[in-house]
């Protein structure tokens, strides 16, 4: 498993979902469960590591003015929910978050608490096992740490979209 086939499949169940978060998370225990092992361990391990990637202080801004404030939980949900959407989204959203203000937006699909568990517990269904990361989470989030009263600016068409 490389991470173009780990967005191959994602995108797949992002498109059979058709924004019913609960029918993504049925899908991607689906794929995963067509996964040999090792092959199911890399896509956890890929998973794992664009949650990290997207452990951001731009995303938590972006996350923030889009649910009217947003914790760690919540953010940890918000980045499993956008990794859900797709590669496309997902790296457009990492170099300017404002760009989610061009998304539709439901906020069950962006803030779902339980994609990254139905990855989870897809592959621990397949190896026999809960995995857990390889390193450990990042201390901080990446980039430039923005005050509330910043974010206005900093996310101009996402703060037009939710005042």
Not at 42 to 69: E, K, M, N, P
């Amino acid at each position: 498993m490389n991470e173009d086939e780990f967005w191959i499949i994602i995108r797949r169940v992002h498109e059979s979902a058709q924004g019913n978060m609960n029918e993504k998370c049925e899908a991607i225990k689906g794929e995963i469960s067509r996964l040999e092992p090792a092959e199911a361990e890399s896509f956890y391990f890929i998973f794992d590591a664009q949650v990290d990637r997207a452990y951001s202080w731009g995303l938590w801004g972006a996350a923030y003015v889009i649910h009217g404030g947003c914790g760690d939980d919540t953010f940890s949900d918000f980045r499993a929910s956008l990794i859900s959407r797709g590669q496309e989204t997902f790296e457009r959203a990492l170099s300017d978050p404002d760009c989610l203000a061009d998304e539709p937006f439901d906020e069950d699909a962006w803030f779902y608490e339980g994609f990254q568990y139905a990855v989870s517990e897809g592959v621990h269904a397949v190896v026999g096992k809960a995995l857990k990361s390889r390193k450990p989470f990042p201390k901080e989030p990446s980039g430039a740490e923005w005050d509330e009263d910043d974010l206005e600016a900093l996310y101009p068409r996402l703060h037009e979209k939710f005042p």
